[in-house]
């Protein structure tokens, strides 16, 4: 009888699980899959419950620098899934994961009309960081991107494609997508 409920709560629990699979995009994908570009500074993190104490989401809040596409508000606020609360942590492998004074070219689809999602959960997140030896400001793709090129590229640890790029030469690749795609 033992075998039999053991075997009875394995089926159940795997009819319950799920899973995510995230398909990267191209940089051109990213670029014209998103309703709001935006260049920014996280100026608070706040963590809360979702769906009734289900799981945590962080809520963001970002001052806007200047926008390559959308918006005109002075800040943005957007959710990504996972946080910390008391003794409780939620967590979403993959999900972006944001302190106060980051910088980032954020690039974000609309969910319901109001709410703003980062594009591909962490796919439309492009840190920004300051070269310590040059003091100019470069970003950073995510993992995920397979960088601004125009054809498909295969995801590769250490890829050139990674490399940081000047903060200019990358807003005028975000532009020049723009203008070839007709995103705007």
């Known amino acids: 009888m033992g075998r039999v409920l053991s075997f009875a709560a394995c089926v159940l629990a795997a ?7 995230l398909v990267p995009a191209e940089f051109r994908e990213i670029v014209a899959g998103s309703e709001v570009i935006a ?16 799981w945590i989401d962080t809520v963001v809040t970002a001052d806007v620098m200047s926008y390559f596409k959308g918006g005109d508000e ?4 957007f959710k990504v899934p996972g946080g910390t609360l ?11 994961v944001f302190e106060r004074g980051d910088e980032a070219v ?28 040059t003091g100019q400001r470069m970003v950073v ?37 723009m203008a070839a795609k007709g995103a705007r």
């Open 39 to 54: 260049y920014a500074r996280i100026i608070d993190v706040r963590p809360e419950w979702a769906e009734g104490r289900r």
């Open 141 to 177: 793709p995510p993992v995920m991107a397979t960088g601004p090129a125009e054809t498909p590229q295969a995801v590769t640890r250490g890829a050139a494609e990674r490399k940081p790029l000047p903060f200019a030469e990358f807003g005028a690749r975000v532009r020049e997508v």
């Open 106 to 133: 954020l690039f974000f689809k609309p969910r319901d009309g109001e709410t703003l999602n980062v594009f591909g959960v962490n796919q439309g997140v492009f840190r920004v960081r300051v070269d310590e030896r």
């Open 15 to 21: 009819s319950v699980a799920s899973a995510t699979v």
């Open 74 to 77: 002075r800040t943005v606020t």
């Open 86 to 96: 008391g003794r409780y942590r939620s967590v979403f492998v993959g999900a972006p």
